[in-house]
Structure formats: structure tokens, C-alpha cells
């Protein structure tokens, strides 16, 4: 069975930087659809990121545009969160997820595609 695990995650200061890391087992990695979702305290989980099979598109949520970027590499079976310019309402426990039956051409930004979850990973930012 395929397993996630996320790494990472830390404390930095408003304005700083992070980048986390999902590595994922097994040999059928290229074939997922990926994402990161964030989860604060008390909220619901939430939609941050998406990439395809391959890499080829991606799609954000409007409040980390221009300062978050997923990236994947397949031979290593991992995809990558770069945050930049970190504000502390990004404070969550980060998740990735994988959509195992997605087309290759566009991602979901809906939780309920995403079969496999990581463990998360906490991103604390202050101010």
C-alpha cells in the first residue's frame, strides 16, 4: 500500500521561507495527481495546491498565489511545497494527498478525490 510522508515543517518568522517535502512508496507515484491542504485550528481542511501526473499544471488557492509553489520530481517519488513570504495566518498542519483515479490533464481542488493522505506536517508562523 502506498504510504505519504511529509517532512519540513517548522517554525519561521513572518516573511520567511519553508519547503516541504512528500515522499511517497511504492512504483506508482507518477501516476497520482498530488496536493497539499492546510489545516488551522479549528478549521476545516482546506485546499492549498494541486500539480498533475506529469507536472504539466498545476492550480493554486487565491491566498498563496505568487507565493507558494508545488513541484514534483518522479524518480525521487516526491512532490515539494516551496512557501515563500510566509504570513501567519498560513499557520496549519500541512497535508499532502495523492488522487489516485485523476486525469493527467487537470486537478480537483475537492478534498473527497483524494484518496491517500500523509500525516501532515505543522508550519507555525509568527509575526
Known amino acids: 500500500q502506498v504510504q505519504l510522508v511529509e517532512s519540513g515543517g517548522g517554525l519561521v518568522q513572518a516573511g520567511g521561507s519553508l519547503r516541504l517535502s512528500c515522499v511517497a512508496s511504492?512504483?506508482?507515484?507518477?501516476?497520482?495527481?498530488m496536493a497539499w491542504f492546510q489545516q488551522a485550528p479549528g478549521k476545516e481542511r482546506e485546499f492549498v495546491v494541486a500539480i498533475t501526473r506529469s507536472g504539466g499544471s498545476t492550480a493554486y488557492a487565491d491566498s498563496v498565489k505568487g507565493r507558494f509553489t508545488i513541484s514534483r520530481d518522479n524518480a525521487k517519488n516526491t512532490v515539494y511545497l516551496q512557501m515563500n513570504s510566509l504570513k501567519p495566518e498560513d499557520t496549519a498542519v500541512y497535508y499532502c494527498a495523492a488522487d489516485i483515479h485523476g486525469s493527467g490533464y487537470f486537478v480537483s481542488r475537492k478534498i473527497g478525490v483524494y484518496e491517500l493522505w500523509g500525516q501532515g506536517t505543522q508550519v507555525t508562523v509568527s509575526s
Open positions: 511504492g512504483r506508482t507515484f507518477s501516476s497520482y495527481n
